[in-house]
């Protein structure tokens, strides 16, 4: 079936440094993909998406590129701020499959100042 | 302002306890999940639903069951609490037909079987 891999966490970070986050992914189709952010004791938001390949989603100062040859949609900012600390999932949905979502297992961000 | 409305934010049940999570949705979206969330498992579908009276099992239904009675309105049911259902559970919904449909999640309930 399909599914999504996460780099593992936590990443630790300073404020101003540049944020990568990879994610991969495996679909029998042509997914849909997307980044959900969880603030700490809230649920999760959509942060940005694409729906095909070479579309950049980009949001808040995050961006990511729907990469079709290597499967990928790494999240990245080129600046993190403390109130950037928080829970990033990758996702995948398909028409297919009624926009049902496969997530990645959460990227842990924490930002330091 | 769209909103995906969880009816608790903390639950704490007792072991064998049947327990009812209630979600309600007021964007008449078609979908409605359920997922739990769990450190370093990311979030897993117990269930979800295309319709009213419609469901479908997702990666882990066992010792879950779910009822959509009303298009807005979805509930989840441990039938039997057991402390391995300790967990953050989510509700969401989204509109049917597109893959730009993104999904809005409540805010999670946090339930501890004890």
């Known amino acids: 079936g399909d599914s999504v891999t996460q780099m593992e966490g936590p990443v630790t970070l300073s404020e101003e440094a540049f944020l990568t986050i990879n994610c991969t992914y495996t679909?029998?189709?042509?997914?849909?993909l997307f980044w959900y952010v969880q603030y700490p004791g809230e649920g999760l938001q959509l942060l940005l998406k694409?729906?095909?390949?070479?579309d950049k989603g980009s949001n808040k100062g995050f961006e990511a590129t729907y990469r079709k040859e290597t499967t990928s949609f790494h999240l990245e900012k080129g600046s993190v701020q403390v109130s950037d600390s928080a829970v990033y999932f990758c996702?995948?949905?398909?028409?297919?499959?009624?926009?049902?979502?496969?997530f990645g297992a959460g990227t842990i961000l924490r930002v330091k100042s | 302002d769209v909103k995906v409305t969880q009816s608790s934010r903390y639950l704490v049940k007792r072991t064998g306890e049947k327990v009812f999570l209630e979600c309600v949705q007021d964007?008449?979206?078609?979908?409605m999940f359920w997922y739990r969330q769990d450190p370093g498992l990311g979030l897993r579908l117990i269930y979800f639903?295309?319709?009213?009276?419609?469901?479908e099992k997702g990666d882990i239904p066992e010792g879950y069951s779910v009822s959509r009675e009303k298009k807005e309105r979805f509930s989840l049911i441990l039938e039997s609490a057991s402390t391995n259902q300790t967990s953050m559970y989510l509700c969401?919904?989204?509109?049917?037909?597109?893959?730009?449909?993104?999904?809005?999640f409540g805010q999670g309930t946090r339930l501890t079987v004890v």
């Open positions: 969401a919904s989204s509109p049917l037909g597109t893959g730009m449909a993104e999904a809005f």
């Open positions: 679909a029998t189709g042509y997914p849909s």
């Open positions: 694409a729906t095909k390949a070479d």
């Open positions: 996702a995948l949905s398909q028409v297919e499959y009624g926009n049902k979502l496969v």
């Open positions: 964007m008449d979206h078609e979908n």
């Open positions: 639903s295309y319709d009213v009276k419609m469901k």
